[in-house]
């Protein structure tokens, strides 16, 4: 494939200036529509929740849209010192007076650019974390928790990520044509293997997990999962109390490892009732095989890039485009990797849309379990305690939401 590198270079700041204009336009309209319905709670909410908490739940969103607007900001600065700027220019020069080995310099200048990237990163996180998670009463974790959790990320991220990256970076050199497709491979290969050994080997590290102590519960859950017919590795409650007030249930794993876990938080605040709703919902997304569905779809997504990456790896001006003179397969691979999110944003409406039929979907099955009137009032509760806002901007949800917006779908489980 053969590209010019005004051409590219045009293409790439257009496209990073626009995105980030799109995006902070987003968040205004957000900020507006959110402060406009600020003073009155919707008429389908006015007997579950009170002003207080609609007010709060509306200047929380607000908070975080306003320091997001702050990191589209800072993003796009340095995504641009890092391909124009030059900067990994300057950490390709320095790889390759560093070592002789090709694979070492490519594995270094990617795990340069990691480095710098997590601790430009690092004093949003801290402001995010102790400050507006904080003033809001969401915030349980400590600085030497936080502290702990970023040593235990990176070496985790070490032991998986630097294996995974040689060999990347050796079938690019070393299989011809079609690389794509032995790395592909790898890649499909490596993310099953997470699926499996998530539950039961990695999330242990940073969180507790105990099976459902109360009996009675445990009996009504059980009898559920049997009229569902699901059979999981167990029932699991997480203490997500230790670091944030917020409640939520997921489910997670694969095959024989699959399970369902539920915050601490969450159990806390709701009944029996509420509590076997949610559980329907999970089991929902079970029943009508979205994870595997969004697992294939995602590793058909990573087919393509790595097709669309293998036309480039060649091409003078892509690299030069960017702000590159030192073509490599690490830097290919670097450059695509961390421009592409500037190209797919625009796109981001269609992934966001196919999640929010998975949860009307799974809703829809909670409806058939389990009594929709538990789940609506579960999912108020959990509206309420999260502080998630009642009145998003319908764009902005169309753009950023995985789950469908509190009225819409409270209307359609009132509806079932």
């Known amino acids: 494939m053969t590209l010019l590198t005004n ?3 045009a293409f790439f700041v257009s496209a990073l200036i626009s995105n980030a204009l ?9 900020l507006n529509h959110v402060e406009e319905h600020r003073e009155q709670v919707p008429a389908e909410f006015r007997e579950k929740i009170d002003l207080a908490s609609h007010q709060k739940a509306a200047d929380y969103t607000c908070a975080k849209v306003n320091f997001s607007m702050l990191t589209i900001i800072f993003d796009s600065i340095v995504l641009f010192a890092l391909t124009r700027g030059g900067v990994i220019q300057h950490l390709c020069d320095w790889s390759a007076q560093t070592f002789t080995n090709p694979l070492l310099q490519g594995v270094s200048l990617i795990v340069a650019v990691l480095v710098i990237s997590s601790l430009l990163e ?3 996180n801290l402001y995010n974390t102790f400050v507006i998670e904080a003033r809001f009463g969401f915030n349980k974790t400590t600085w030497g928790l936080y502290l702990a959790d970023t040593v235990k990320g990176v070496l985790l991220g070490t032991a998986l990520g630097l294996p995974l990256l040689f060999g990347v970076l050796w079938l690019m050199s070393a299989m011809g044509d079609y690389w794509w497709l032995y790395v592909w491979l790898v890649w499909v290969t490596f993310n099953l293997a997470l699926l499996f050994i998530y539950p039961t080997f990695i999330a242990p590290i940073f969180n507790k997990f105990k099976p459902i102590q109360d009996d009675a519960l445990k009996t009504r859950i059980e009898s559920l999962l049997q009229k569902c017919g699901f059979a999981s590795s167990g029932l699991f409650v997480m203490d997500g109390s230790k670091r944030s007030a917020h409640g939520n ?3 997670t794993g694969f095959g024989k490892t699959k399970r369902i876990v539920f915050f601490d938080t969450l159990l806390e605040r709701l009944t029996g009732n509420e509590i076997e709703a949610v559980l329907a919902h999970e089991l929902g ?6 994870v595997i569905k969004r697992i294939v779809y995602t590793f ?8 669309l990456l293998a036309q480039l790896v060649n091409s003078t001006g892509f690299y030069n485009g960017l702000g590159v003179t030192s073509q490599s397969t690490a830097s290919a691979l670097l450059l695509f990797f961390i421009a592409l999110p500037t190209f797919t944003f625009l796109f981001q409406p269609l992934s966001a849309a196919y999640s929010r039929k998975h949860e009307f979907e799974a809703d829809r099955y909670a409806a058939q379990q389990t009594d929709a009137r538990d789940l609506v009032t579960a999912l108020v509760k959990l509206y309420q305690d999260n502080a998630k806002t009642l009145t998003p901007d319908p764009l902005y949800a169309n753009f950023y939401e995985s789950h469908p917006p509190a009225l819409e779908r409270i209307t359609q489980l009132q509806k079932l």
Do not use: M
């Open 249 to 251: 249930a997921y489910f």
């Open 300 to 307: 058909i997504i990573s087919l393509g890039f790595l097709w």
């Open 285 to 290: 997304h079970f029943k009508h095989h979205h």
């Open 122 to 124: 690092i004093p949003f």
């Open 7 to 9: 051409d590219v270079a």
């Open 22 to 30: 799109i995006k902070l336009w987003l968040a205004i309209r957000q």
